[in-house]
């Protein structure tokens, strides 16, 4: 979840926005301002000013690439209440129209607010910041099993928030034989610092001067002949 503010306790995410969600507790942003889209620049996501409250993700088959979205939604105003409060929400989707569907899933769940009674403020797709550079990031989540309904946290050593989440649903498939619609995902971090490394998995890549031995590999020879009298060893 994220703005280019100071790290809070949810750390911030490679596009440099802050972050925070939270999946049990009732935590709102709340924005009074009768019209919402003049504090929103469309093409930009590090313009805003209050908290965030869920991340989720969702996709429609395990050959779709995800793509992360920010969402932000209201409840429409009224004579009653011409000011509602302002929602927003992380969501990893393979495209936009299926992001704006569980956004409005997930925002019936949380507030009882529906997309008959609502309407999207903003949809912007959120990119990494810094691609090309090797991270590690935290995932918390929740998933439902045979026996009920569980959280973890998993590490993962990728280029990019979408590719940590893509790896974590491919684990979680083979780990747990969960389907994409039993995995939530309540936060995405970027751990900075080695020392904040838990999984052993992910603590072995950070050694320094790391090497990747070759035992097994064949040797091509100029000139080889096509047909040999003996097996050549490829162990070396």
Known sequence: MGGSTAPNSYGHGSEGTQQRSHATN???????????????????????????????????????????????????????????????????????????????????????????NGEIVSVNQIHEKKPQKVKNFGVWLKYDSRSGTHNMYKEYREMS???????????MAARHRSRFRQVQILKVVEVEKADDIRRPYIKQLLTKNLKFPLPHRINKKAGKKVFSATRPSTFF
């Open 161 to 171: 928030r979408v590719a940590a989440v893509e790896a974590l649903y491919q684990d």
């Open 26 to 116: 009732s935590n709102t942003t709340v924005l009074e301002h009768p019209n919402p889209t003049e504090l929103f620049d469309h093409d930009c996501c590090n313009c805003w000013t209050g908290d965030l409250i869920f991340v989720w993700s969702s996709t429609d088959g395990a050959s779709a690439r995800f793509q992360e979205y920010q969402i932000i939604g209201r409840h429409l105003p009224s004579e009653a209440n011409p000011a509602p409060k302002i929602y927003r929400m992380r969501i990893f989707a393979p495209n936009e129209v299926v992001a704006k569907s569980r956004f409005w899933y997930f925002l019936g769940k949380l507030r009882k607010i529906k997309k008959a």
